[in-house]
């Protein structure tokens, strides 16, 4: 079975800082991973994602992960953080090897506060 | 330009009315999915299609009921409203194969009094 965790319910980070939320997932093949935030009141919007390839990957807004497949991890980081940074972001993922019949799964959330 | 809509963005409705939350995509994505999401906290999927005439319930259990007549719209009714369906619903599409990630519209805050 698939399952993703954010182990923090929120992270608290002052600005200019560097900021990580962390990610664990767990498939029984190869995962596609992903990273969407969201701001109040509103729908998520796509960060990053990680297919194959290079596993530092880079995102918008000045976002990067880094996929560890020995720790199964996929922790999202920004060497300096902003005030407008601040939101509750998600983890997601699917096995690659069963792309055809199941949704992406979501973590929890993690509610990231970055302070002036 | 390729986008998902939903509307209404907000509504307020009196208890035991019917209503349908309205979720469009221009991209041509064969996959849908409506979200049930309280305000800061995890998703969870109540309905998703994987084409016309395709439907399927999700992990959360609800009362709510789609439709995917056409690819590019999956409506969610509710034939009669209660409180307990006070919540944020979001809508999203993805491509059929699987290194794509899905596109959230800006979701309905649906309150039910």
């Known amino acids: 079975a698939q399952s993703v965790a954010q182990p923090e319910d929120q992270v608290n980070v002052a600005e200019g800082n560097p900021l990580t939320v962390k990610c664990t997932y767990s498939v029984s093949g190869n995962p596609y991973l992903f990273w969407y935030v969201q701001y109040p009141n509103r729908g998520l919007q796509f960060l990053l994602k990680y297919i194959t390839g290079d596993n530092l990957v880079k995102g918008s807004y000045g976002f990067e992960a880094e996929f560890n497949k020995s720790q199964t991890s996929f922790h999202l980081k920004k060497p300096s953080a902003l005030v407008s940074d601040s939101a509750l972001y998600f983890c997601?993922?699917?096995?690659?090897?069963?792309?055809?019949?199941?949704?992406?799964?979501f973590g929890k959330g993690t509610t990231l506060s970055v302070s002036s | 330009e390729a986008d998902i809509y939903q509307t209404p963005r907000y509504l307020v409705i009196g208890t035991g009315k019917k209503i349908t939350l309205e979720c469009s995509q221009t991209m041509g994505h064969d996959k849908m999915y409506w979200y049930q999401q309280d305000p800061g906290m995890e998703l969870h999927l109540i309905h998703y299609s994987y084409g016309v005439n395709s439907t399927e319930k999700g992990d959360l259990s609800s009362e709510s009921t789609v439709s995917r007549i056409r690819t590019e719209h999956f409506p969610l009714t509710l034939e009669s409203a209660r409180p307990s369906h006070t919540s944020q619903y979001l809508c999203?599409?993805?491509?059929?194969?699987?290194?794509?990630?899905?596109?959230f519209g800006s979701g309905t805050r649906l309150t039910v009094v």
């Open positions: 997601a993922v699917r096995d690659r090897a069963n792309q055809a019949g199941t949704a992406l799964i």
């Open positions: 999203a599409s993805s491509e059929s194969q699987g290194n794509y990630g899905y596109t």
